[in-house]
């Protein structure tokens, strides 16, 4: 009997293939501990509470609504792309497709438009995960006849009844969501997973930089390398600071500086190195760089 | 009389799991689907009411199965029927229907005469009250 236990456990383990999206998600992610681990506890309660059930020991259907919250850029959506991964290959949900949606694919025009509205894009995230994204817009206090408030009905309801046909994921930021969940106990008490989002830190964005010029294959001259260390620090310091999101915008500046510097000098031929390679004078061409001299200057 | 209109009428009622194996089949092929009930299941009547929107983009078959279940309530003495819209260019017709619901007591159709001009008999299908 228990031999045979635990070889069940290791033949789910490997058949959910699950060790592999588990890898990816090490992989891609840079950071993110505490997601990481407790996204890899739910992964492992899934796959004990599935054996249990093959071994008709009482397993209460699991809820898996979660709330993700976080600063911009803290990779709240890829998460949840992986989660609907994760749980499609588990088999709780059963077509493993993310429907992201914000407040104006919910929210009517006028009476009566809401919940069809609603009902529609729930249809559609069915047999998926609905990434609702800034859900705390969904509830506005200030307004009384505001058709938010239908959709979170709409919503309570659609996760109660359809518990095997829908997760939610409702994403923010933390002190938004957080009130957003105090005033509506309905909507915390449904979510069984509360996942916060820590900020990146410099090391994490210059490593999730490296790997974004990977994908995009591009590389950095080692001067261009110390001048991304240097930004990403000057960034982190500035208003409007969105994590990951700056570093990927940050690149794609450079990258457009770098196309308008190679075409200064069409005459001379290109070497394929120098198609991929990023110069420092790239980066630091960045108003990053020149806002923080004038704001020594004065 | 049974009605044997659309696809599978001839067989015995469809489970909700069958309805559900069928619309799931519509959804892989991309078709867009769509409920619609009557309370004339005429033959020439071939515009039914809709019930709600067609729905476009639906990935699982809960959907619809949601659908159908809110329709039979509201109608539970009307047949209803699923379709399946292909809009592929050049197909743009509906590639799928069939029957999801009937009423308790099907009451077929009666045979009408119409007397036209020199006395002659026009036949036609009519509802039997």
Redesign the interface.
Known sequence: MNAATELSLETAFAESQIGQVLDKLDAELVGLEPVKSRIRDICAFLLVDKLRSQLQLTTGAPSLHMSFTGNPGTGKTTVALRMAEILHRLGYV??G?LVAVTRDDLVGQYIGHTA?KTR?V???A???VLFIDEAYYLYRPENERDYGQEVIEILLQQMEN?R???VVVLAGYKDRMEQFFRSNPGMSSRIAHHIDFPNYTSGELLAIGHLMLKQMQYTLSREAEAALREYVELRRTQPNFSNARSIRNALDRARLRQATRLLAQRAKSLSARELMTLEAQDIRASRVFTQVARGRAS | MRLTQGAFSFLPDLTDAQIAAQIEYCLQQGWATSVEYTDDPHPRNTYWEMF??P?F????????M??VNACRQTFPNHYVKVNAFDATRGVESMRLSFIVNRPAEERGFGLVREEGAGRNIHYTLGRRA
Do not use: N, S, Y
């Not at chain 2, 983009?57 to 619809?64: C, E, I, Q, S």
């Open positions: 059963r077509k497709h069809p529609e729930l249809k559609r069915m047999g998926g359809h095997d046909d829908l | 709600g929107m729905m983009d639906l990935k699982d078959a809960a959907g619809v949601e659908e």
